[in-house]
C-alpha cells in the first residue's frame, strides 16, 4: 500500500512541481526510455555545493515520468532547488519540460520539446523554449555501450532580470550523450550540450556533465554527478562558468 501511495506521490511531483535547474537542461540525464508500453518514472533527492558567483549549498528535488503506446512516447520533467546561501534560504530556480518522441527507425528518432524555466541566481526571471529535431543512436553494444548525437532548433524567450529588453531568438542545441556500464550495478552517463545562437556563433552556451549511477536496489540507486556550465555572454554580474557537484538517491517505479 505504502509503495502505491509513493508512486502517486512521485507522478504528482512531476507534474506540480513547475519551472529551471541551470541555464542547460540536460535532459538526457533525466531521460527514460521506457521498453514496452505503460508509464515509467523515477524521483531525485539530491545534495550538492555549488558555484556561481558565490559558494552555495543546494538540495535538489527532480520527478520524471514517461508514457510509452507502441512508437509513441512523451516524457514530463518537473525539477525544484531549495538554496542555502550564508544568512538566508530561498527557493530560487525550477524548470518543467515535455517533449515528445517518435522513432523514425531502430537508430533514428524525431523528437519536439517545450520547456520553460526560471533561475534567479543567474538572473533568468523566465526563458521559453520550443524546439524540435532528431537523435540519432551511434552506437548500441549489447545495451553496455551507447553513443547518441542529436540537433535541435529551437525558439528561445527569454526575460533577465535587470534588462529592459526581452530576448526573442532562435539558437541550436547540439548534442552527444555516452553512457557505459562498467560494472554489473554500475554505470556512467556522459553529456556534452552546445547552443550557439543562430548566426552569432560567439554566443554560445556549453554543458558538460559526468555522472556515476549505482544500484542498491532493483529500484533504488545511488548518484554521483558533476556538471560543468560556460555561457560566453551571460547577464551582467552573472559569472561566465558555473559547476555543481551533487550527491544524491533515486527511485524508479513502472506501472
Not at 514496452?36 to 527532480?62: C, E, H, Q, T, Y
Not at 510509452?68 to 512523451?74: C, P, Y
Not at 545495451?143 to 531568438?169: I, P, Q, R, S
Request: proline fraction near 2%; aromatic fraction near 14%; glycine fraction near 6%.
Amino acid at each position: 500500500m505504502w509503495l502505491k501511495w509513493i508512486k502517486l506521490c512521485l507522478l504528482a511531483l512531476t507534474f506540480c512541481i513547475g519551472k529551471a535547474e541551470a541555464q542547460v537542461v540536460n535532459t538526457e540525464r533525466l531521460r527514460l526510455n521506457a521498453d514496452s508500453n505503460g508509464w515509467f518514472g523515477d524521483a531525485d533527492l539530491a545534495f550538492s555545493f555549488i558555484k556561481v558567483n558565490n559558494p552555495l549549498f543546494r538540495m535538489v528535488m527532480n520527478g520524471q515520468t514517461v508514457f510509452r503506446q507502441d512508437h509513441h512516447q512523451v516524457f514530463f520533467v518537473g525539477n525544484m532547488q531549495l538554496i542555502k546561501s550564508p544568512g538566508q534560504s530561498f527557493a530560487n530556480s525550477g524548470f518543467f519540460h515535455t517533449r515528445y518522441q517518435n522513432p523514425a527507425d531502430k537508430r533514428l528518432m524525431f523528437e519536439a520539446f517545450h520547456q520553460a524555466q526560471y533561475n534567479r541566481l543567474l538572473k533568468v526571471k523566465f526563458r521559453n523554449l520550443l524546439g524540435a529535431g532528431g537523435r540519432l543512436e551511434l552506437l548500441d553494444t549489447a545495451n553496455t555501450n551507447k553513443l547518441f548525437l542529436g540537433a535541435t532548433l529551437m525558439h528561445e524567450y527569454e526575460v533577465l532580470d535587470g534588462e529592459e529588453k526581452d530576448n526573442n531568438d532562435l539558437r541550436w542545441s547540439y548534442y552527444i550523450a555516452h553512457r557505459v556500464k562498467l560494472f554489473d550495478r554500475m554505470a556512467w552517463n556522459g553529456t556534452m550540450y552546445y547552443q550557439p545562437l543562430l548566426g552569432i556563433a560567439a554566443d554560445y552556451r556549453l554543458s558538460l556533465e559526468n555522472a556515476i549511477l549505482v544500484d542498491i536496489t532493483s529500484q533504488i540507486q545511488f548518484k554521483f554527478d558533476i556538471q560543468l556550465f560556460y555561457d560566453s555572454r551571460p547577464p551582467v554580474g552573472v559569472t561566465k562558468d558555473t559547476y555543481a557537484v551533487t550527491n544524491g538517491i533515486r527511485y524508479k517505479f513502472r506501472k
